[in-house]
């Protein structure tokens, strides 16, 4: 059965440093690969998907994700974070686009 | 997100009692989706819909059902509902290689 593993519930971060989020998946061949944001109280909004070619894909807010097929894993970078960055971050993939399973999530808190 | 609406909003409702949750898109899209989130959960699929009157169960679908009678609404229904169906819930349109995801309905289950 196809899993989603978000290893990191809670991330702590200075302003100004480097964020990494971790996902990786479980799956017989390469899913569709997405990063999404919400913020306290608010919906879910997309940051970048992943379906195929380039491993190193660029999302909106400063965000990126590589894909690494070796590691079933597709993992979110951000250089420098904002006090703004501070939200809960769900990876989802699946086969096609019809059916998403979604992973746990992980909560970040940005420090001043 | 704009072309989406949940209502409503919040509820509180009393053990045993239905519920219907209504989303709402003004953009004739095809697949509709609902979700629950829960702490420790992330978002787990519910239902969701690929035409009018075309719906199909997703893993955490016991206790729901659904309707789509129109291409716009996309109804979730608690028929008796339980303080395990506490939730905060999710709907979401398929719109172009992505989900577009509602404002969410906060419900109460007492």
């Known amino acids: 059965a196809q899993s989603v593993t978000q290893p990191d519930i809670h991330i702590t971060v200075s302003e100004g440093a480097s964020l990494e989020l971790r996902c990786n998946y479980s799956?017989?061949?390469?899913?569709?690969l997405f990063w999404y944001v919400q913020s306290p109280g608010q919906g879910l909004q997309l940051l970048l998907k992943?379906?195929?070619?380039?491993?190193l894909v660029q999302g909106i807010k400063g965000f990126e994700a590589e894909f690494k097929r070796s590691q079933s894993s597709f993992n979110l970078r951000k250089p420098s974070v904002h006090w703004s960055d501070a939200a809960e971050y769900f990876c989802a993939v699946g086969f096609g686009l019809y059916k998403l399973s979604f992973g746990a999530g992980t909560t970040v808190t940005v420090r001043a | 997100d704009a072309g989406i609406t949940q209502s409503p909003r919040h509820k509180v409702t009393e053990t045993g009692t239905p519920v219907t949750l209504r989303c709402h898109q003004t953009e004739n899209h095809r697949y509709m989706y609902w979700y629950r989130q829960d702490p420790g959960h992330g978002l787990r699929l519910i239902h969701y819909s690929y035409g009018v009157k075309d719906t199909d169960k997703g893993e955490v679908s016991d206790g729901y059902s659904v309707s789509r009678s129109k291409t716009e609404d996309f109804l979730l229904t608690l028929e008796s509902a339980t303080s395990s169906q506490t939730s905060v819930y999710f709907c979401?349109?398929?719109?172009?290689?992505?989900?577009?995801f509602g404002s969410g309905t906060r419900l109460t289950v007492v």
């Open positions: 799956y017989g061949a390469t899913p569709y």
């Open positions: 992943y379906f195929s070619g380039d491993t």
């Open positions: 979401a349109i398929l719109r172009g290689y992505g989900y577009t």
